[in-house]
């Protein structure tokens, strides 16, 4: 009796045994554990069919792509103003710089607060002519040359002088400077070898004993001179004076000094171009017509001849302008480079 109880017992315990997990002879298996919790964490993965609008993974990559494109361009920006502000020191140094009017003596021309361009390039490739508006230095000519400062004795402030001081007054001339002590800005009127003269019967100064028409630039109701005088420009020198004669410091008034009154070509620093500030006073300055006319530039050139006249210049927006304009595509080109690196590796 006990051996039948425990013979059925373990028919029973053999017949279980499948259920426990192990397989059975017919090759199937019912589910253990395992494959309950299994079967039960899987409709909870998200699949790309089953997923929401916002849970799959290219929307992730898309956020976390986004945000390292603004964290580059902001790791990039302080190295696009320095380049563009390196590119604008080297515009303003070379090729072109702003200056603002400080005074009346070339009115109604320019005025006071006008903000002129000056080209420092074009002189390297024609002569200065008769008519040209400049921005000349007149230390040495018409002031003297200013005293050397003896040096600091201590080195921290002579290198700050060296370095920074010169630094800062380059950027702020980016904006635009105000012509200094020694600086002038006139219009020129007799070049090397010309015979300046005033004045005819009518009242008009000449230039080889062709006189000048001057209305369409003098100061309205102004006189062309009412100082006499008759010079022939030096060779390497010029003959400038103001618009605005009543008030002009200008060559007249200065030929008790070295030269008589004319100043070097090589201390000219560009020819004023263009009045760029304010808007409404945006215009192109021209050489006047009555400086084209033929016998002033046919005398002068048979009294120098084959004379080539060059000037080496010294140093707002334009050239910060033209700094930002060329630094950008520099810029972009290198974040191009650099995404094109960073697929490579991927």
């Keep these: 009796m006990d051996d039948d109880q425990s013979m059925r017992d373990r028919v029973a315990s053999d017949e279980a045994a499948p259920a426990a997990g192990r397989p059975d002879p017919a090759g199937t298996a019912a589910a253990g554990p395992a494959d309950?919790?299994?079967?039960?964490?899987?409709p909870a993965k998200a699949g790309p069919d089953k997923a929401g609008p916002d849970a799959g993974p290219d929307k992730a990559d898309a956020k976390g792509s986004g945000r390292k494109r603004n964290r580059s361009f902001w790791r990039e920006?302080?190295?696009?103003i320095v380049v563009a502000l390196a590119i604008a020191l080297l515009i303003k140094t070379f090729v072109v710089q702003a200056f603002f009017i400080p005074s009346s003596s070339m009115e109604d021309t320019l005025l006071i607060?006008?903000?002129?361009?000056?080209?420092?390039?074009?002189?390297?490739?024609?002569?200065?002519k008769a008519g040209d508006v400049i921005v000349f230095d007149g230390a040495g000519s018409w002031n003297p040359?200013?005293?050397a400062q003896p040096p600091s004795s201590d080195p921290i402030v002579r290198l700050y002088h060296a370095t920074l001081v010169p630094l800062f007054h380059s950027i702020g001339g980016l904006f635009g400077t105000a012509p200094g002590q020694t600086d002038y800005i006139k219009r020129v009127i007799?070049?090397?070898?010309?015979?300046?003269?005033?004045?005819?019967?009518?009242g008009q100064v000449t230039v080889n004993g062709v006189a000048l028409h001057e209305k369409d630039y003098l100061f309205p109701g102004a006189l062309p001179s009412e100082i006499r005088f008759s010079e022939t420009v030096p060779p390497g020198r010029l003959w400038v004076m103001g618009d605005n004669r009543l008030v002009s410091d200008d060559s007249r008034l200065h030929r008790d000094d070295p030269?008589?009154?004319?100043?070097?070509?090589?201390e000219v620093i560009g020819r004023a171009f263009m009045i760029v500030w304010p808007p409404s006073r945006w215009t192109i300055?021209?050489?006047?017509h009555t400086f084209q006319q033929h016998g002033i530039t046919a005398a002068a050139a048979g009294a120098m001849p084959g004379m080539i006249t060059t000037t080496v210049g010294g140093a707002p927006y334009?050239?910060?302008?033209?700094?930002?304009?060329?630094?950008?595509?520099?810029?972009?080109l290198q974040r191009r480079v650099r995404l094109r690196r960073r697929r490579a590796r991927r």
């Design 36 to 42: 309950s919790e299994r079967g039960q964490a899987e």
């Design 77 to 80: 920006l302080p190295v696009l």
């Design 113 to 128: 607060g006008d903000k002129v361009l000056v080209n420092k390039v074009v002189y390297h490739l024609r002569p200065i």
């Design 145 to 147: 040359v200013p005293a």
């Design 190 to 202: 007799g070049v090397p070898g010309d015979h300046v003269a005033c004045c005819n019967a009518q």
């Design 259 to 266: 030269g008589n009154g004319t100043i070097p070509e090589n």
């Design 285 to 288: 300055l021209q050489i006047p």
């Design 318 to 332: 334009l050239p910060l302008a033209g700094g930002v304009i060329v630094a950008l595509p520099i810029t972009w």
